[in-house]
C-alpha cells in the first residue's frame, strides 16, 4: 500500500474506539494510486457495522483535504480478522482499557481462553459475558483488582 495515502488515512479515527486508526483496525485493506486518484478499499469489522457509512465519508473527506480524488469500496473480499489490528493498534487498545485480541491461532474457544487484565495486567481473570457492548468486545472480570473490564474478541 502506499506509504503516503496510509499515513492520511491514519488521522481517520475508529468512531467507536478513538485511540484507534483505521489503518491499526485493519479495516483499511487496500490502497491504489493512479494519478490523483486513490482508491481505497475498506473491509467491515462484522457485516451491517453501523459506523461503515460514517468510516467511509471520514477517508473521502480526508482524502479531498489533501487533493486526492477518493474512491472508497466496502468489500467482503477478505474477511475481517482481529489478526488485522496492528501491534501499535493493540498497545493503544490496552493503554484505552480494553484487552487487545490474541492472535487467533492460539485459542480454540473464548471460554477457555486466559486473557490478561488491561489495568493491572493480572492473569486471574474470568469471561462473564462474550456479549459486550458491541458484537467485537466480551466482558471479562478481574479477580486481581476487582475490576470488569472489556476485550476485543478474537475473530
Known sequence: MNEQILHILETVRDPEIPVLSLVDLGVITAVTVEGNTVLVKMTPTFVGC???DYMKAEVETVLQQQGYEPRVEITFEKP????????????????YGLAPP????LFTDLEILET???????????LKTPFGPTLCRAIYYCHTCKEAFEQFKPI
Open 80 to 95: 475481517w480478522s482481529s489478526d488485522l489490528i496492528s501491534e501499535k493498534g493493540k498497545a493503544a487498545l490496552k493503554k
Open 102 to 105: 490474541p492472535d487467533s491461532t
Open 50 to 52: 453501523p459506523a461503515m
Open 116 to 126: 490478561a487484565c488491561p489495568r493491572c495486567n493480572g492473569t486471574h481473570t474470568e
